[in-house]
T-cell receptor, first 112, second 110 residues
Framework: DAGVIQSPRHEVTEMGQEVTLRCKPI?????LFWYRQTMMRGLELLIY????????DSGMPEDRFSAKMPNASFSTLKIQPSEPRDSAVYFC??????????FGEGSRLTVL | DAKTTQPTSMDCAEGRAANLPCNHS???????VYWYRQIHSQGPQYIIH???NNETNEMASLIITEDRKSSTLILPHATLRDTAVYYC???????????FGQGTRLTINP
């Protein structure tokens, strides 16, 4: 299996632009997680899905952030409009039920 | 969820055993202890988990005290590639989400 696949690996954009991060979980996994990592705040759980349904989005910072999972093999995290403080590495992870989480390589976002 | 306390950083010589402590004094009876690590610029990687008994796999050993208020992750023969941030996490049985703390930055020195 190719593991969790995230794209893009790197994104540089200007303040106010829309950013869309993508994730393909491991086939057969039914839970998907979005994390954000910064030096100041460490690894933060933003939202997670179970069977494509959002279960807990309490970590989503504000309305500028939205996440969708239209099917079992694809999820997006969108930021609109983006701000410099959104600069971070965004990780996607998947698991089967309460099993171990498998993480992707991350998407490094820089907002100028 | 129970909170964990880990040292901010540790050093270990290559080839020696690395022992990483974790305190989780408020752990509940149905909460597991998980360990993940994050090598620079990569996503976190699962290492091991346990409930009460000590556990061992190809990567590490997990020693949990009898009162379950603390645990130690042991890397028996540390290599330079084991340099990473190690996270100790307490997770309720059946829970899906994983909440990361600040972890221990382990540096393996040649």
């Amino acid at each position: 299996d190719a593991g969790v696949i995230q794209s893009p690996r790197h994104e540089v954009t200007e303040m106010g632009q829309e950013v869309t991060l993508r994730c393909k979980p491991i086939s057969g996994h039914n839970s998907l997680f979005w994390y954000r990592q910064t030096m100041m705040r460490g690894l933060e759980l933003l939202i997670y899905f179970n069977n494509n349904v959002p279960i807990d989005d309490s970590g989503m910072p504000e309305d500028r952030f939205s996440a969708k999972m239209p099917n079992a093999s694809f999820s997006t995290l969108k930021i609109q409009p983006s701000e410099p403080r959104d600069s971070a590495v965004y990780f996607c992870a998947s698991s089967y039920g309460p099993g171990e989480l498998f993480f992707g390589e991350g998407s490094r976002l820089t907002v100028l | 969820d129970a909170k964990t306390t880990q040292p901010t950083s540790m050093d270990c010589a290559e080839g020696r055993a690395a022992n990483l402590p974790c305190n989780h004094s408020t752990i509940s009876g149905n909460e597991y202890v998980y360990w993940y690590r994050q090598i620079h610029s990569q996503g976190p990687q699962y290492i091991i988990h346990g409930l009460k008994n000590n556990e061992t796999n190809e990567m590490a050993s997990l020693i949990i005290t009898e009162d379950r208020k603390s645990s130690t992750l042991i890397l028996p023969h540390a290599t330079l590639r084991d340099t990473a941030v190690y996270y100790c996490i307490v997770r309720p049985q059946g829970a899906q989400k994983l909440v990361f703390g600040q972890g221990t930055r382990l540096t393996i020195n040649p």
